[in-house]
């Protein structure tokens, strides 16, 4: 692909003076032929040697995998599918955590003509159910002996469940020594049978309510999604200095956002590795192995690279200068970002000596923390905060901010790497548009938009709504230069007995940046005043406890220290101050359990189940309210 110019901004529409619609032209055009099974051949015909992946080996060194090994790999895994009686259009579950297997056999699926069906490895025995019966899968691959136990034992419940198959316990060479009497031609009918057209996967939304529904995701939908963003992300897909562009994938493949990495780093040769495990000390030592040029993210990795050197500055004493840094990082990133937006000069000398100064001492340290190499992250999944944002960016890391759903196969939006805009998710992405309805719903239309969701019943994609402008259910607004920024979700809006509107989203991103705070969730639907119910977070708090010589407190008495009462005070000054009066948190409690996806409390993608937490944390709340 040719390096774009600058990108020209969005066509917008007016309508009363207001913002409605903004769009963009594709800077690619659409592919009119093949499908994702394609890739891995196309690299090795194109350039055998490139290394496309990278395995983690027993020493904790990384072993590359070239284009040409990649692409037998995937043939030999495909012809074993085939020879268990797979046929083009059945789906495969492939549940497990994000490692090599899980890549290798998506790809193999696609090129026998499958539609896989991702499903999350801490997902429950329902769940799992219901994903696989709905979705109708033949087979399903899993990652350990537990996985297996637990799909075995719902065996019962899912008639067309032909095939089970585990990584840990040999799978892919079992696939592959049951192809070895097929010819390769067997594999390359089954390609040539799909087109952009047909179904490449079935995600199932986790959902805050109710069953998890499949989106379903067609080959134009990656082509359109990935040729766009890789174009617009140049740099971030090529080579960055001496380096050529590699990235350590360690977000859930089981995600639309990190499997949509996966597919775009293919179709771009971009070297990836996986990593399974996201304890800190195992993601820490991968990263330094690998050395990533750039990371997908969601905010709170960020927040906690950001927490973390911090406390590491506390324990040193070092605080108040780790505090000087961050604030000229903020003060030279938010210079450099006028600058590249055009409005602004840029860091004048003062700033950049300052930088200067501090970036052996803190911003290299940062760095260090993520590989060494990492110049670019891709933040997604939730708002990143403007001051960490232009954080990273004094630090010497850009962030590129998006915007999207499973049903736009990721990013909708992307920030423009020529012209940012902090505090927004950036233009539409190219090939789509952007229109906000009278209510403020963010609509959304492109290539990129999904099939429709899937009918298991019927066994075929049913559209989502009429027309042709997907409703996502978030509220946002457009401003003069096509720029989105969101507010909340239109279903999560809270109303109080005064009828004031507040969006909670802003608010609870805000908190959930301090290094105290865990999770959050604002409630004061139908009551007098916002309150909100928020958790610690473990190595925030351990720190926190360290550093004032708490240790001997239980966590009941911990939640009531009037010295973590007032700090954590000072954090809900600090949301509050982004919002009215009226919007502001009056009053607060801290809860001795966090939120957890076991407890119910969250989705896999960590979104809050607001009436679960509601029932469960019923009487907490109701004393907030108390006279």
Not at 184 to 194: C, L, P, Q, S
Not at 452 to 477: C, H, I, K, M, N
Request: glycine share 10%.
């Amino acid at each position: 692909m040719s390096i774009p110019h600058t990108a020209a901004p969005p066509r917008i529409t007016f309508v009363d003076g207001v913002v409605r619609e903004a769009s963009l032209p594709p800077l690619v055009p659409p592919v009119a032929r093949g499908s994702l099974g394609d890739l891995p051949f196309d690299n090795a015909a194109e350039a055998p040697a490139a290394p496309v992946l990278s395995r983690k080996q027993p020493d904790g060194t990384w072993r590359d995998v070239s284009a040409a090994t990649f692409a037998a790999e995937v043939l030999a895994t495909a012809k074993g599918l085939i020879a268990h009686g797979l046929r083009p259009g059945d789906r495969l579950a492939i549940m497990a955590r994000t490692r090599y297997e899980w890549t290798l056999l998506d790809f193999a699926a696609w090129a026998a003509g499958l539609v896989t069906v991702p499903v999350y490895p801490t997902s429950s025995a329902a769940q799992v159910r219901w994903i696989l019966a709905d979705s109708g899968a033949a087979a399903c691959a899993v990652e350990d002996a537990d996985q297996t136990r637990l799909v075995e034992g719902e065996r019962a419940a899912l008639p067309a469940l032909a095939h089970l198959w585990e990584f840990d316990a040999g799978a892919v060479p079992a696939l592959a020594e049951a192809g070895r009497g097929l010819p390769d031609a067997a594999v390359a009918e089954a390609r040539a049978a799909r087109g952009p057209g047909d179904v490449a996967t079935l995600i199932y939304t986790s959902g805050t309510t109710g069953r998890p529904k499949g989106c379903v995701l067609t080959h134009a939908n990656f082509f359109a999604e990935t040729d766009n963003s890789t174009e617009l992300l140049h740099p971030v897909f090529k080579a960055v200095s001496k380096e050529p562009a590699a990235t350590l994938l360690f977000l859930p493949l089981s995600h639309v956002f990190g499997r949509t990495v996966a597919v775009g780093c293919m179709r771009a040769r971009v070297r990836v590795g996986h990593a399974a495990s996201l304890r800190t000390e195992d993601l820490l030592a991968d990263l330094a192995g690998f050395r990533p040029t750039f990371l997908l993210v969601i905010p709170y990795v960020l927040e906690k690279v950001y927490n973390t050197g911090r406390a590491s500055a506390e324990k040193l004493g070092r605080a108040a200068a780790f505090d000087r840094a961050a604030r000229i990082a903020r003060r030279y990133g938010e210079a450099e970002l006028a600058r590249r937006h055009g409005s602004g000069p840029g860091a004048g000398p003062g700033l950049r000596l300052a930088r200067a100064l501090y970036d052996p001492l803190v911003y290299r340290r940062i760095r260090a923390a993520l590989g060494g190499e990492v110049r670019y992250v891709i933040s997604g999944g939730s708002p990143l905060g403007e001051r960490l944002a232009a954080f990273c960016v004094g630090a010497g890391i850009d962030v590129f901010e998006g915007y999207g759903l499973t049903e736009t196969t990721a990013a909708a939006t992307l920030t423009p790497p020529h012209r940012p805009r902090l505090g927004t998710v950036g233009w539409p992405l190219p090939g789509g548009a952007v229109r906000i309805a009278e209510d403020g719903e963010v609509l959304l239309r492109g290539g990129h938009v999904f099939a429709g969701y899937w009918d298991g019943e019927r066994g075929e994609a049913v559209p989502a709504a009429p027309g042709e402008w997907f409703p996502t259910g978030d509220l946002g607004a457009l401003d003069a230069d096509g720029y989105l920024t969101i507010t909340g979700r239109k279903k999560e809006l809270l109303v109080t007995s005064a009828g004031k509107n507040v969006a909670p989203a802003p608010l609870e991103d805000r908190l959930r940046a301090h290094p105290l705070v865990g999770q959050c969730m604002v409630v004061g639907d139908d009551r007098p005043y916002i309150t909100a119910l928020l958790t610690l977070e473990p190595d925030g708090i351990a720190h926190w406890v360290r550093m004032h010589h708490k240790e001997g407190l239980a966590p009941e008495e911990l939640v009531r220290d009037g010295k973590l009462l007032a700090e954590l005070q000072t954090a809900v000054d600090d949301a509050n101050a982004t919002v009215s009066r009226a919007e502001s948190i009056r009053r607060f409690a801290v809860l001795t359990a966090d939120f957890t996806e076991e407890a119910g409390h969250l989705t896999p993608s960590l979104k809050l189940k607001r009436a679960a937490i509601a029932r469960d944390f019923a009487a907490e709340v109701e004393r907030l309210y108390e006279r």
